[in-house]
C-alpha cells in the first residue's frame, strides 16, 4: 500500500512525522511512504501551493497523511496562489466531500476539557462535515466596485440536490453504525441553501426508519454543543458550518490537538489529516501535540487500508499514553512533540 505525505507548514512536519513513526512501527514493510512538498513550503520551491507533482502522488496513493497548510508570509498573495488552496484543491480534485470529524472525549483528559467534567464526560459524537461545496466553493465571488463607488465582497453559498442527499446518506450510514441518532445543522430560518438541505435531509431519512433525525439551527447548535454536547451522536451539516463546530467540539474534548479527521470520496480513498492548522504561533518549537495526527494514521488504518485491528491498537496506545500522564502542552504538560510520540510507541 502506497502512502501519500503530505507534511505542509508550521507545525504540520513535526505532527505527521509522529505518525509516520507510529505507522512504521505498527505495520512495517507492508507501507511504502511517498513525501511531497505541499502548500507554502511547496509555493517555495515550486512556485506553486499544489504543484502537479504532489497532485500526482496524492492520486497514486492508497491513502494521504496530510498534516497542515498556511503561513503568514503567503497571506496576501493572490488567492490561487496561497497554501490552504492546496487542501481545497486536493479535496475537490479528489472529490474528498464526506469529512468525519469524531470528538471524544479520552476519560484521562476530563480535566482537559473547557466543560465541566459530568458535561465533557459524556461527549461521544461524529461530525460529517460536507466538503466540496458550501461557499467554499460557489460562484460568483470576488471583491468588485460598487455603482456607488464602493468596494463590495461577495461569495456564493449554494448547494444542489444531489450533494445535499450524498452527504445526508453518510451522516445516516455513520449513524446506523452507531447510536442510531442523526441531527442536521443548517439555519434554514434565513438561508435557502439551508431550506434546501433540510429538505433533502428529510427525503432522505426515508430510507433511514431506523435514525432518528432530527434538525437544529447552527446558532443553537453551537450553544447546545457547550451545554449538552452528550445529546448528540452523528451531526451532518454543511462546509462552513462543520469547520466552525469542528474546532468548537476539539475544545469540549480538551484540545485542537486531539481532533483527527478522515477526507471521503465515494470509494474509499481518504485524505487523513488533523483539524487543526499549521500554528504558526508554536511551530519549531516542539509544542504542537501530534494525537490529533496519530489518530488521523489510525483512521486512515480504518477507512483505506482495511486494518482495522491495528487501527484499534494506535487508538488504546494514545489512551495509555494519556493514561500515563503524556501531556504537550495545550493539555496542560510540558511533553514535547517528539516525547508525545515516544509515549505512544512506548504503549505500542
Ligand atoms: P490553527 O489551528 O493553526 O491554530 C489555532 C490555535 O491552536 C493556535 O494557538 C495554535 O497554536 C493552536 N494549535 C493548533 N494545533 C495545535 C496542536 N497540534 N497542538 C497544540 N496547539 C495547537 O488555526 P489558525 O491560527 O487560525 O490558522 C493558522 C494557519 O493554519 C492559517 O494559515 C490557516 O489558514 C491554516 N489552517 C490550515 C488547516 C489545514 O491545513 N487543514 C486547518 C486550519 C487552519
Ligand atoms: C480545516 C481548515 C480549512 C477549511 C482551511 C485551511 C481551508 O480550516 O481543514 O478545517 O476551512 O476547511
Ligand atoms: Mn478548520
Known amino acids: 500500500m502506497l502512502v501519500a505525505v503530505l507534511p505542509g507548514d508550521g507545525i504540520g512536519p513535526e505532527v505527521t512525522a509522529e505518525a509516520v513513526r507510529v505507522l512504521k512501527a505498527i505495520c512495517g514493510d507492508t507501507l511504502i511512504f511517498e513525501e511531497a512538498p505541499v502548500g507554502g513550503a511547496a509555493y ?3 512556485g506553486h501551493p499544489l504543484p502537479p507533482e504532489t497532485l500526482d502522488v496524492a492520486k497514486r496513493a492508497d491513502a494521504i497523511l496530510f498534516g497542515a497548510v498556511g503561513d503568514p508570509d503567503c497571506d496576501r498573495l493572490e488567492r490561487a496562489l496561497r497554501p490552504e488552496q492546496a487542501i481545497l484543491g486536493l479535496r475537490k480534485e479528489l472529490g474528498l466531500f464526506a469529512n468525519l470529524r469524531p470528538a ?31 461557499v467554499y466553493f460557489g460562484t460568483p465571488r470576488g471583491i468588485r466596485i460598487t455603482e456607488a463607488g464602493l468596494r463590495e465582497g461577495y461569495d456564493t453559498m449554494r448547494y444542489d440536490e ?39 435531509v428529510i427525503e432522505t431519512a426515508a430510507a433511514y426508519p431506523d435514525v432518528e433525525l432530527s434538525h437544529m439551527y447552527v446558532d443553537n447548535a453551537a450553544m447546545q454543543l457547550v451545554r449538552n454536547p452528550g445529546q448528540f451522536d452523528v451531526i451532518v ?17 480538551g484540545s485542537i490537538g486531539m481532533l483527527p479527521s478522515a477526507s471521503l470520496d465515494s470509494a474509499g480513498k481518504g485524505l487523513y489529516e488533523p483539524i487543526h492548522g499549521s500554528a504558526p504561533d508554536i511551530a519549531g518549537q516542539g ?62
Open 44 to 46: 517555495k520551491v515550486a
Open 104 to 134: 471524544k472525549l479520552f476519560p484521562e483528559l476530563v480535566d482537559a476539557s473547557a466543560l465541566r467534567p459530568e458535561v465533557a464526560r459524556a461527549i461521544d459524537l461524529v461530525i460529517v462535515r460536507e466538503l466540496t461545496g458550501d
Open 162 to 200: 444531489a450533494e445535499v442527499a450524498r452527504i445526508a446518506k453518510v451522516g445516516f450510514e455513520t449513524a446506523r453504525a452507531r447510536r442510531g441518532k442523526l441531527c442536521s445543522i443548517d439555519k434554514a430560518n434565513v438561508l435557502e441553501t439551508s431550506q434546501l438541505w433540510r429538505d433533502v
Open 237 to 253: 451539516t454543511g462546509n462552513l458550518f462543520g469547520d466552525i463546530l469542528s474546532d468548537q467540539a476539539s475544545m469540549c474534548v
Open 287 to 348: 509544542k504542537a501535540n501530534p494525537l490529533a495526527t496519530i489518530l488521523s494514521a489510525a483512521m486512515m488504518l480504518r477507512y483505506s487500508l482495511r486494518r482495522p485491528a491495528e487501527a484499534d491498537r494506535i487508538e488504546a496506545a494514545v489512551a495509555k499514553a494519556l493514561a500515563a500522564g503524556a501531556r504537550s502542552p495545550d493539555l496542560g504538560g510540558a511533553m514535547t512533540t517528539r516525547g508525545m510520540g515516544e509515549a505512544v510507541l512506548t504503549e505500542l
